[in-house]
């Protein structure tokens, strides 16, 4: 019962293009959403984050939409370089067991052609 | 200051054996999660602790997995008997508020465990 989806294991994209990364989820009490990037051989790395009650937020290069009414969110890289080719991974917080915790997607590795 | 640092990056053991992960969280920082990642899967909770006291542990597969906090500094998390379903990458996190900035948490580079 995976809660939070992301259903594309691999994207590629030409630099200078605008990526769009995919993520749905299950659970409406879910409070926060965060976009996690990461490098092989290395942990992942927050990039950008979205609160339940906002529809966007806008860091850079990097946006981030959030549809409650569809449970689904999206991370919008423009322009894409060669360098954000990573695994994202989305990820979203719920308090449970008395504490805040992160349920993370599968991850979707993008790939930027130079 | 220093990142969260995990050790062996790598470690190949035989299916019986056992085999300790060790996880140094950014100091200072009180609270301490163990992830799993398995191949292509998504990235799993295991546990947090606080301090020294596991605050949610139920994400950890079975009691052959046994996580320690000594003193509220560094954590091992030890696998005996290995099988060969628990290889994967193993994640550690710290964090010094619970999520108070909604940055999440700073990761370590993982233990790529690998059970033949």
């Known amino acids: 019962d995976q809660q939070v989806k992301q259903n594309s294991p691999s994207l590629s994209v030409q630099e200078g293009r605008i990526s769009i990364l995919n993520c749905d989820y299950t659970n409406s009490m879910f409070d926060y959403f965060l976009w996690y990037k990461k490098y092989p051989a290395e942990g992942p790395t927050f990039l950008i984050s979205?609160?339940?009650?906002?529809d966007k937020n806008e860091d850079g290069r990097f946006t981030v939409f959030l549809n409650k009414s569809a449970k689904h969110l999206s991370l919008h890289i423009v322009p894409s370089q060669p360098g954000d080719s990573a695994v994202y991974f989305c990820a979203a917080r719920i308090w449970a067991s008395g504490t805040y915790k992160y349920i993370f997607g599968t991850g979707t590795r993008l790939k930027v052609l130079a | 200051e220093a990142g969260v640092t995990q050790f062996p990056s790598h470690s190949v053991i035989e299916k019986g054996q056992t085999v300790t992960l060790r996880c140094d969280p950014i100091?200072?920082?009180?609270?301490l999660y163990w992830y799993r990642r398995v191949m292509g899967k998504e990235i799993k909770f295991l546990l947090h602790?606080?301090?020294?006291?596991?605050?949610?542990e139920s994400g950890m597969p079975n009691n052959r997995f046994l996580a320690e906090r000594t003193g509220g500094t560094y954590s091992t998390l030890k696998v005996q008997p290995a099988e060969l379903e628990d290889s994967g990458v193993y994640f550690c996190a710290s964090s010094q508020w619970v999520l108070l900035f909604n940055y999440g948490y700073t990761f370590g580079s993982g233990t790529r465990l690998t059970v033949v």
């Open positions: 602790f606080v301090k020294e006291s596991k605050q949610d």
């Open positions: 979205i609160s339940s009650i906002k």
């Open positions: 100091s200072g920082h009180d609270n």
